[in-house]
């Protein structure tokens, strides 16, 4: 630690299944990361490879602890240090590691460097989610929001429903929420609540200016209070704006038409999930409603679009890094978008018709595909 102290953390890495491919998954930094925890996330990724069509089997990982106390240097060494211990069961054609809750593109570019350096070899392949300069992809950070709304407006077209004048919640304000919300709203959606682990900001209208508050949650470090009319962000607007603060978790219990949890797992639940008012769950965070909440929701006649899919965006553009670090060819943002427009389609149908096949849910429908390509391979 910067004070001289030592202090030790426990990182984890899963690796579920390699049939189709390299494992392949997130690193999670949050207090809350263990076995089960990664175990659990890297079944999922299994699951989400082999739906989205992408060469790769299921890994996951992270590290018990909260990086928010963290300096900048105990975050560097911390990562540093854990890349030397991870170098000898990761690699591009083993297991390919990537941002997850709490980690970002700078944590990836760390992790190459030391897997590099240990390994006396160049390979950018070795993580994906790195920043442009160091072997990224353009449109990675973008990818998994962009996804969601595309799998989004695709089921949408299957219910004969129009996204246009929708109101949407979103749990979670991070990469994924964040981009996400900017994905719908350009689709015609109305974001009307937002928030993140603290609380969050609900104005029935419609929160018109997203650059603004993501501007003010990073200025005062939380979304409550960022009622933003221009550039001017505070609480007296709120009134104004016919708004209110809510909490986290009343987020997706609001009179909506479709709620996202985005945040972590387990944010439906047996309790809550009678109380949802949406008829549209955009599953963006993995694993966030639990099975009875599931049972719950399908008696409710809401349609879940499963997380397997819903956020399989970010996994196929990770793909497509992977695949430009090992041509060493980068694509532009148009390719990039193409290929992830392509890849979402092709994953939402075959999950769609499979459901229609099967009168069965989204779900169910999106295992069944999985298992299917998984047991082929
Ligand atoms: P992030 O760390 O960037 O953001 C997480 C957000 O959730 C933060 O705004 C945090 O404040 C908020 N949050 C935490 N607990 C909350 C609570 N109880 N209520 C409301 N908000 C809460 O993480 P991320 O990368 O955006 O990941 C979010 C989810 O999406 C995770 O489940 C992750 O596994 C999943 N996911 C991420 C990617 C990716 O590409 N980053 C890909 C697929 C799935």
Not at 80 to 100: Q, Y
Not at 188 to 199: F, M, N, R, Y
Request: proline share 5%; aromatic share 6%.
């Amino acid at each position: 630690m910067d004070d001289g102290r030592v202090k030790t953390f426990r990182g984890f890495r899963v690796q579920h299944n390699n049939i189709r491919g390299p494992y392949k998954g997130g690193l999670r930094y949050h207090p809350r990361v263990d076995m089960d925890e990664a175990k659990a996330l890297a079944f999922w990724m299994t699951m989400k490879c082999a739906i989205v069509d992408v060469p790769f089997g299921g890994g996951k990982g992270g590290i018990a602890v909260n990086p928010k106390e963290l300096s900048e240097g105990e975050l560097e060494r911390l990562t540093r240090e854990f890349a030397r211990k991870l170098a000898p069961v990761i690699g591009p054609d083993k297991d390919v590691p990537a941002p997850d809750v709490n980690t970002n593109a700078k944590i990836m570019d760390w992790i190459r460097e030391e897997y590099e350096a240990v390994t006396h070899t160049k390979a950018p392949a070795v993580v994906t989610g790195k920043s442009i300069e160091h072997g990224g992809s353009q449109g990675r950070s973008e990818a998994t929001g962009a996804g969601g709304a595309l799998a989004l407006q695709s089921i949408l077209k299957t219910l004969g429903r129009d996204p246009r004048g929708m109101t949407v919640a979103i749990q979670g304000f991070g990469n994924v929420g964040s981009h996400l919300a900017r994905y719908l709203k350009k689709m015609g959606c109305v974001i009307v609540a937002l928030s993140d682990s603290k609380g969050g900001l609900y104005i029935p209208r419609g929160i018109a200016d997203l650059d603004a508050v993501e501007a003010c949650k990073e200025k005062s470090g939380r979304i409550a209070g960022c009622y933003c009319v221009g550039s001017v962000c505070d609480l007296s607007n709120m009134e104004s704006l016919g708004g209110k603060d809510i909490q986290p978790e009343d987020t997706l219990t609001l009179p909506v038409d479709i709620i996202v949890p985005a945040a972590l797992e387990n944010a439906i639940t047996k309790e809550n999930a009678g109380k949802i008012q949406a008829s549209i769950v955009l599953e963006m965070a993995n694993g966030p409603t639990t099975p009875e909440a599931d049972e719950i929701l399908a008696q409710n006649g809401a349609t879940v679009i499963p997380d397997v899919l819903a956020n399989s965006g970010g996994v196929a553009v990770s793909y497509f890094e992977w695949l430009q670090n090992k041509r060493d060819e980068p694509w532009t943002e148009e390719r990039v978008f193409g290929a992830l427009q392509e890849k979402m389609e092709a994953a939402t149908t075959i999950v769609a018709e499979t459901s229609a096949a099967h009168k069965c849910t989204l779900r169910d429908a999106a295992y069944l595909v999985a298992l299917e390509r998984i047991s082929k391979a």
